[in-house]
């Protein structure tokens, strides 16, 4: 069956302190890896598409990476308005929906 | 600007009425899709459709139902069926594969009473 989890649930982060979020998945052939931010009240943002192991992607404080079997949202120095859900989700060959993670809420104190 | 709008923001229902919500879009995607989303868990999908006149059951379509008359509108109704209807509901759209990224509506969030 067809898995998106992420991890950590919820993380709180000083502002400047650099951290990872992560997202595993599971699917029978990947036809993409999608990074959303949600804001509370707000529909999802995107982010990023990865397509293949090793692709980077990067805006602003921003990077995601993609390997085989998990995809990093790598956060650098981050600011108070970096606060928000991050949500992924994985496009599989066997199906045109997307499999969404539950996402990690994430924290940024002054 | 080209993007997603969903109506009304915020809806309140009393027990055993059906609402509507819209859902247009000016992208001209061709796909669009439903999902609920409640804390806590990640969204989860309702209905979608991939072309005018077809849509297809997601995960959780008991309850709610949707036509695609044009193909710039997919709106959604919440019947009196779906037993436990208070939640965000999101609308998205994209070119009809899992290959490229949804673009997401602002959200509607239903209350019932």
């Known amino acids: 069956e067809d898995q998106v989890t992420q991890s950590p649930e919820a993380l709180r982060l000083q502002e400047g302190e650099s951290s990872s979020l992560n997202c595993s998945y599971t699917?029978?052939?990947?036809?993409?890896l999608f990074w959303y931010r949600q804001d509370p009240g707000k529909g999802p943002e995107f982010l990023f598409t990865?397509?293949?192991a090793g692709e980077e992607k990067e805006k602003e404080r921003l990077k995601a990476t993609l390997t085989k079997k998990e995809s990093f949202l790598h956060i650098t120095a981050p600011k108070p308005e970096d606060s928000a859900t991050y949500l992924c989700?994985?496009?599989?060959?066997?199906?045109?929906?997307?499999?969404f993670g539950t996402g990690t809420r994430l924290q940024v104190f002054p | 600007d080209g993007g997603i709008t969903q109506s009304p923001k915020y809806l309140f229902r009393k027990e055993g009425q059906n609402v509507t919500l819209s859902c247009e879009q000016n992208?001209?995607?061709?796909?669009m899709y439903w999902y609920r989303q409640d804390p806590g868990q990640g969204l989860r999908l309702i209905y979608y459709?991939?072309?005018?006149?077809?849509?297809q059951k997601g995960d959780i379509a008991e309850g709610y139902s949707v036509s695609r008359e044009k193909k710039e509108s997919f709106p959604l109704t919440v019947t009196s069926a779906q037993k436990n209807p208070t939640a965000f509901y999101l609308c998205?759209?994209?070119?009809?594969?899992?290959?490229?990224?949804?673009?997401f509506g602002p959200g509607t969030r239903l209350t019932v009473l």
């Open positions: 459709s991939q072309i005018v006149n077809d849509f």
């Open positions: 699917v029978s052939g990947l036809r993409g």
């Open positions: 998205a759209s994209n070119d009809g594969t899992s290959y490229n990224e949804q673009f």
């Open positions: 992208l001209n995607h061709d796909a």
């Open positions: 990865l397509y293949s």
């Open positions: 989700a994985a496009g599989s060959y066997n199906t045109d929906k997307l499999i």
